[in-house]
């Protein structure tokens, strides 16, 4: 497969991520019941997972070192909190956590979307 395929596959999957992300978010501050749907937490987990696996082939295809290009270990760090926020998010019972949760991890995916596009680190 050649780096385009993958790269047009990898932002797809990043969007649909997302879009299931916040489906499931915006469920657990209603009554969370499509976000404790079976084939919603699967799907989303599948997602994830090829998510991830097409970062990995990306970064392989491209020769890319995370230690060499900031911005991607940038991105990794904050695809990381993203993750853990995600999880501190989903086990909150606090209605006003959760919605500072998703407002964080919303600042993050934004950050990570510049990270993706601009290939300019923030601090790094």
Excluded: C
């Amino acid at each position: 497969m050649d780096y385009l395929a993958v790269k047009h596959t990898h932002m797809l999957l990043a969007v649909l991520s997302i879009i299931l992300f916040y489906v499931r978010s915006f469920s657990r501050l209603k009554t969370a019941t499509l976000a404790k749907n079976k084939i919603v937490f699967i799907g989303s987990h599948s997602i994830d997972t090829l998510l991830l696996v097409s970062a990995i082939a990306l970064i392989v295809m491209a020769g890319f070192n995370p230690l060499e290009q900031s911005w991607l270990l940038e991105k990794i760090i904050l695809v990381i909190a993203y993750i853990a926020l995600g999880i501190v998010a989903a086990r909150q019972s606090s209605q006003s956590a959760r919605v500072i949760l998703l407002v964080v991890t919303t600042f993050i995916l934004l950050a990570i979307g510049y990270l993706a596009s601009a290939k300019n680190a923030f601090i790094l």
